[in-house]
């Protein structure tokens, strides 16, 4: 038999104190399906930005009825989703479990959600986190609560957090989420001394790694590992989306002849100074490559802050950095990554390879970076290490 209450997996037992075992029930109860909703809005992950990934889930005495996600930006949201695949009043009295608070404004794509939920019958609303976005920022939740709907939450919050991590950072600071990622040798060299660098890692951290790319919006690499390896950038050994690529190409280096350029993929995007050679910029536009102009930041180099600024901007909210060592030397400098992902070969090439971070000027060991251990994994016969950066807000 079931009970009655819409949010409780089972009856609970009735005991000399009843209330809280009612309680641990709903508080059980609420984390699963909130757990599924996350689930749910894992799906979208490579699809969304500039949108958060959400998902949605309605439960009615006890079962799940309906399940949804936000697919893509400027498709549905999550809510409307899951509340579509179900019948004229089947919602009713039901509970929607979504793990960012509801929208309730117009100015976007897509109608507000709120109304929708009401209209569907929906007595109770459990959420994950408050959305950021000030046109929202819990006038979502006033609204349903005006209604009369139950409200709850937050429930798995530093879950919810830590799957929209770079949408909350953007909406603070008007940043992207920074990741970093190596592959290097024992001794942390990606390279040997004449830049041999295939392969280092390998074939289930190729995997990873290809992942990682479907997982972000953006790839960026520095011009050097562009002519060194030739890379094309994509996504080949996982399922996934193509990110955007991004080289930054300070004197216009490129070959429009590169692999990059031969891809069935978005146009490659250089980073690069004003005013380059003419027929060159040309010859690079034919094959389909946009410009960023940056201007020259320390000891002539491209900023790289203007240009993450310029690519969030562009709905750019996950990026990935794969190198080399001056461009992440640069980031580590400026303080410009959140994440850094190590993959370790076990092989040692000695001082005379290539550094994965080039000179970073520390004379003293205060004055290094130090880093939070977030997880260790093996894969094939590499260890793959992920930290976090203590602070970045985009600032230097």
Sequence with gaps: MRCGISHTAVCPVVTNDGFFSLLSVIVDSDQKYMQLALRQAGKGI?????????????????????RGYHRAYGASHAEIDCLTK??????????????????????????PCVPAIIKAGITRLVYGIIDPNPDVNGQGLKELRKTGIEVSGPVLEEQSKELNRAYIKHRSSGFPWVTLKTAQSLDGRIATNIGDTRWISSQESLKLA??????????IVGIRTALADDPKLNVRFA??????????????????????????????????????????????????AEFIWLPPGEAGTLDIKLLLEELSRRGLLYL???????????????????????VQAPMI???????????????????????HLVKRKTYGSDLVTWFRSSSNSGAD
């Design 349 to 371: 090439i000695g001082g005379d390879g290539i550094p994965s971070i080039a000179s970073l000027g520390v004379t003293k060991l205060n004055e290094a970076r130090r880093l």
């Design 46 to 66: 490579g699809y969304t930005s500039p949108n958060p990934r959400v998902g949605a889930v309605v439960v009615k005495d006890g079962q799940v009825i309906a």
């Design 86 to 111: 179900l019948k004229a009043g089947q919602a009713k009295g039901a509970t929607l479990y979504v793990n960012l608070e509801p929208c309730c404004h117009h100015d976007k794509k897509t109608p």
């Design 320 to 342: 990935l950095v794969e190198g080399g060592s001056n461009v992440a030397a640069t980031i580590v400098k400026r303080n410009l990554f959140d994440e850094m992902i190590v």
């Design 239 to 288: 399922k996934g989306p193509n990110p955007r690529r991004v080289i930054l190409d300070g004197d216009l280096r490129i070959s429009p002849n590169a692999s990059m350029f031969k891809v069935n993929s978005d146009p490659v995007i250089i980073a690069t100074k004003p005013y380059p050679p003419a027929e060159k910029a040309a010859r690079l536009e034919a094959q389909g």
């Design 210 to 219: 290809h992942q990682l790319r479907a997982e972000n919006d953006a790839i």
